[in-house]
């Protein structure tokens, strides 16, 4: 399931209090995605990572009340105690089987020990697979069953309206476009501690933005996406001094054209970038004016990528002129 669709149907669950599982590969925005919903909705968010996590972390510590000479369970005080939320069990098939008991009676009775989960509280978890090489446990059917369960899949094309939204560098969202194998690169059979997953790259955008010494660029990068995909990215980034002029595109609509599909990708981004950094009337009509002259498919990315982007097209003449032209590939 796509990560748009993800939020839709979780958000929906929710609302409802219906406990949802969540499984995906290392690194592709599963914990993200919950806290989005939560932000979305204007309630509260409580992340607890299950994995380092003792039995008596959520069940409490017991001591003896001497007023009824009951021995009762301390909660521990990170448990919501009012208001609305989604308490987040990550790592949940990550926990030993005890730390696992011990959170099936919170998803099943919604309480345990003295402690009882606020009405205003959804119960949301995530894990990874059982075939990535994370330490995982068997989750037992008993507690499985207590789930909606959901996959997450990886789009490239929800990858870059995020990353623009995101604001992350453009040398990134291009070469994602241009080698769209190169944003995720897990394999479990391989030893290789360092692959390209949404979460790295993001740690790309961080390098980039930092004052590391270019000489160790290479280096730098290859410990966040593996040295293949640095050197592609690297190589890639070199394109972007081929460029036309992009802010001449924009004033004026015209620019030269190349045949060479790299430096196409890296221009297509370019291009949007700069148009949602400075949205009007005019750049957007020389922008389109432009685009009548280019490849076709690069053409129509350009637009898609600008309405996905919430980018308003239809009172423009020129996107008239635009949709008969390309009306076609849509």
């Not at 914990?31 to 069940?59: H, N, Y």
């Not at 030993?96 to 998803?107: F, K």
């Amino acid at each position: 399931m796509k990560a748009s669709e993800l939020i839709s149907s979780v958000s929906a669950l929710v609302e409802q209090k219906v406990p949802t599982f969540i499984w995906g590969a290392p690194g592709v925005g599963k914990s993200s995605i919950v806290k989005q919903i939560a932000e979305d909705k204007g309630v509260g968010f409580i992340d607890l990572r299950l994995a380092l996590m003792d039995p008596t972390d959520l069940k409490g510590i017991p001591f003896f009340d001497k007023d009824t000479n009951i021995a009762l369970w301390a909660p521990p005080a990170f448990l919501p105690r009012d208001g609305k939320g989604i308490l987040f069990l990550d790592e949940l098939n990550s926990a030993p089987p005890s730390v696992q008991a011990s959170a099936y009676q919170l998803i099943l009775d919604r309480k345990v020990g003295e402690y009882e989960l606020p009405d205003g509280w959804a119960i949301v978890a995530a894990g990874n697979r059982e075939g990535d090489r994370g330490v995982t446990y068997r989750m037992p059917s008993p507690l499985a069953n207590r789930f909606v369960h959901f996959e997450m899949e990886i789009d490239v094309d929800e990858f870059r309206d995020w990353a623009y939204k995101k604001g992350l560098d453009e040398k990134i969202i291009a070469y994602i476009a241009y080698k769209n194998e190169h944003l995720f690169t897990f394999d479990a059979k391989s030893d290789t501690k360092s692959f390209a997953t949404p979460r790295s790259w993001e740690y790309v955008d961080s390098i980039l933005k930092s004052d590391l010494d270019k000489a160790l660029m290479l280096k730098v990068l290859s410990g966040a996406v593996g040295s293949e995909v640095a050197v592609g990215f690297l190589s890639f980034s070199k394109v972007m001094n081929k460029l036309p002029d992009i802010s001449n595109i924009l004033a004026c609509g015209n620019g030269e054209y190349s045949e060479e599909l790299d430096v196409l990708y890296a221009l297509s981004i370019g291009l949007v970038s700069a148009l949602l950094r400075d949205n009007n009337e005019q750049n957007l009509d020389n922008l389109l004016k432009y685009t009548l002259e280019l490849r076709s498919e690069f053409a129509v990315m350009i637009v898609q990528d600008l309405q996905r982007n919430g980018v308003k097209m239809e009172h423009s003449k020129v996107f008239k002129e635009w949709v008969k032209k390309f009306a076609y590939l849509l």
